[in-house]
């Protein structure tokens, strides 16, 4: 079995582990909490993106992995988890925490969708030992963080369709 093959059949079962790990034990909680408690958890999840910056470190990754695919991913991690920090620091101040909370998830987003565009480009599952010991990240950590990101933003969802009707039940009680 190629290289390649491994690679994408690792990602997919990372993807159904991982759901079924966060969907059994961590989601449920989540919902229990309150929506700025959950955030919280989240912002501190995605808080250690930090660490992407390992993929740009000489020596960690081989030195044929694509540095099309190093650079964007070790800068759009970066950017994501300082705007977690920067959301977990403002947490008692909420209109700061929701805007950061927001600018973390869509940022992160959009960097592991440019990871996976960029991957698929440069054919990653191709040179998929370049990755050393940076192999796991994809595999496990980066579907922990789409599913995470996908949850914030659908409490976000929730608590906005949520607080418009109990905004609308005010306006129409008085």
Do not use: K
Request: glycine share 8%; proline share 5%; aromatic share 12%.
């Amino acid at each position: 079995m190629s290289s390649g093959t491994l690679f994408q059949i690792q990602l997919v079962l990372g993807y159904v582990a991982c759901m079924l790990c966060l969907g059994t034990y961590v989601l449920p909680r989540l919902r229990a909490m309150s929506r700025v408690d959950a955030q919280r958890v989240i912002a501190t999840v995605h808080s250690f993106r930090f660490f992407g910056l390992v993929f740009i470190l000489p020596g960690v990754v081989g030195p044929n992995l694509p540095p099309g695919f190093a650079t964007v991913a070790a800068y759009g991690d970066f950017a994501t988890g300082l705007l977690a920090i920067l959301a977990l620091l403002c947490a008692r101040i909420r209109p700061l925490f929701w805007t950061f909370v927001v600018g973390f998830n869509v940022v992160g987003i959009a960097d592991l969708l440019a990871d996976y565009y960029h991957a698929v480009r440069l054919d990653l599952p191709a040179v998929a030992g370049q990755l050393g010991g940076m192999y796991w990240v994809p595999i496990i950590y980066v579907p922990v963080l789409m599913i995470t990101h996908v949850f914030a933003l659908y409490l976000l969802a929730r608590s906005q369709s949520r607080d418009a009707g109990v905004l609308q039940r005010e306006v129409a009680a008085s």
